[in-house]
């Protein structure tokens, strides 16, 4: 908007200069037309039927010129010939001296038109005369024929200060109505502006909303399928175990040491999947985090490395005083970014950090495998959603998530959250239940 005004001011200062130099240039008009009416109306008929003689001035057209058209504005009148002599003038030390005309006042004598000029600007438009009008005047000629077929100019001239007291008056008659329109329009736009800033925070509100439900969605997905694998596959598989731990023994009892060798190596690699299955549910659902503390969850988090070989470094060293929207989105970007470790890095080592430093909350986890190129398609398509959904909600929190790697050198996972960026109670706790 405020670009936009700077552009309303200029087109509105451009457009009142060019209004002004209109008004300037009917100014000029009014004054043609004023003496091309008495060069008709009030010279012409009172001209004598002889030439006119700069050396014998009639006194009948003297008298009707200085009591009919030498009237204000107009200050001086003059009536030149063919050849450019003053033959009559109100100003007698101009009379009988030699004037060079123009090729506009030339034709404007014969042909019987008018032609303003202004004085030292050697017959170009009058209206230029802006910045320099003072001791200027404004000429009009108009050619007249006497009854003895002399071809005459007609010229008066008066003070340009008053052709620009006429164009102003025209100018200032106008500019209100400019000035309205143009505020009009202005506010007109800010108006339609700001409905479109309201729309586009609107917009973006509920994409954050559907970003919150999508995220809320695959929680309970992901709680739902938890529930079924602890209930179901995992509850089967250790009976399972036990039986064929059972069954080995008997085996061994009756005499067939390969055969119970083998049910017991069956056994022991269905517990080893059940203890997969468990951190795989820990991975999916988090135990009491807010109860148990950041730093145990995210020790059972990382016992899923462990468990598959992977070294892990845990460094956690915040205190009790962070908010559960804070907690959750630090657990929520571990897990993510451990799950992403465990599908595609084939890393052998992780470090994971979180600390508080200078107002922020940081987590920092990075990789030595094999990672990838950002820019890549197949990057993108292998992308975690769940870090993407979790961006947002760091974004909303006045925080951001970042993923940086390259292919060959690993992949470093850093979330960064201000500590005093609270939301409203009422609206952390509904993060925090989606988080969950």
């Known amino acids: 908007m405020l670009v936009a005004l700077g552009a309303f001011v200029l087109c509105g200062v451009g457009l009142a ?16 037309v004023t003496t091309t009416l008495l060069a008709s109306r009030v010279v012409q008929p009172t001209l004598p039927r002889t030439p006119l003689d700069p050396a014998d001035v009639d006194e009948t057209l003297d008298q009707v010129i200085r009591e009919r058209v030498l009237v204000a504005p107009i200050d001086q009148v003059r009536i030149v010939d063919e050849e450019g002599i003053v033959v009559y003038a109100t100003d007698s030390s101009s009379l009988g001296q030699r004037q060079p005309l123009t090729v506009g006042e030339l034709d404007a004598l014969h042909d019987g038109t008018a032609v303003a000029t202004a004085d030292g600007d050697e017959g170009s438009d009058p209206t230029r005369l802006l910045g320099d009008r003072e001791g200027q005047s404004l000429v009009v000629g108009v050619g007249v024929r006497s009854p ?35 505020t009009l329009l202005y506010l007109a736009k800010i108006g339609f502006a ?12 509920e994409r954050e909303q559907l970003l919150v439900t999508a995220l809320a969605a695959a929680d309970r997905e992901r709680t739902l399928i938890a529930s079924d694998l602890h209930d179901g596959v995992v509850q089967g598989l250790t009976g399972a175990s036990y039986t064929l731990t059972d069954a080995a023994n008997r085996t061994r009892s009756a005499g067939q040491p390969e055969l119970a060798d083998t049910i017991t190596e069956t056994a022991r690699n269905l517990r080893r999947w059940v203890r997969e299955l468990r951190s795989l549910i820990v991975t999916v659902t988090p135990p009491a985090l807010h109860s148990e503390g950041l730093r145990a969850t995210l020790t059972d988090l990382t016992a899923t490395l462990e468990a598959r070989g992977i070294d892990v470094e845990l460094d956690v060293e915040v205190g009790d005083t962070l908010s559960e929207t804070s907690e959750s989105l630090v657990y929520r970007a571990a897990q993510e970014a451990i799950r992403n470790v465990i599908r595609h890095s084939g890393a052998s080592r992780v470090r994971l950090l979180v600390a508080e430093q200078d107002g922020w909350l940081q987590l920092q986890l990075t990789d030595d495998g094999q990672g990838f190129d950002p820019s890549a398609e197949s990057a993108r398509r292998r992308g975690s959603v769940g870090l993407t959904l979790l961006a947002a909600l760091v974004h909303q929190r006045g925080g951001r998530l970042t993923v940086e790697s390259a292919v060959g050198d690993g992949t470093t996972v850093t979330l960064l959250l201000p500590e005093q960026a609270a939301p409203d109670a009422g609206d952390e706790r509904s993060t925090a239940e989606v988080l969950r």
């Open 17 to 32: 200069l060019a209004q002004r130099h209109a008004a300037l240039q009917e100014a000029v008009r009014d004054a043609e």
């Open 148 to 182: 003895s077929d002399q071809a005459l100019l007609l010229q008066t001239r008066q003070p340009y200060e008053a052709v620009w007291f006429t164009g102003r008056t025209v100018w200032l008659t106008l500019l209100p109505s400019f000035v309205l329109a143009l």
């Open 194 to 205: 700001y409905r479109l800033t309201r729309s586009l925070y609107g917009v973006q509100e």
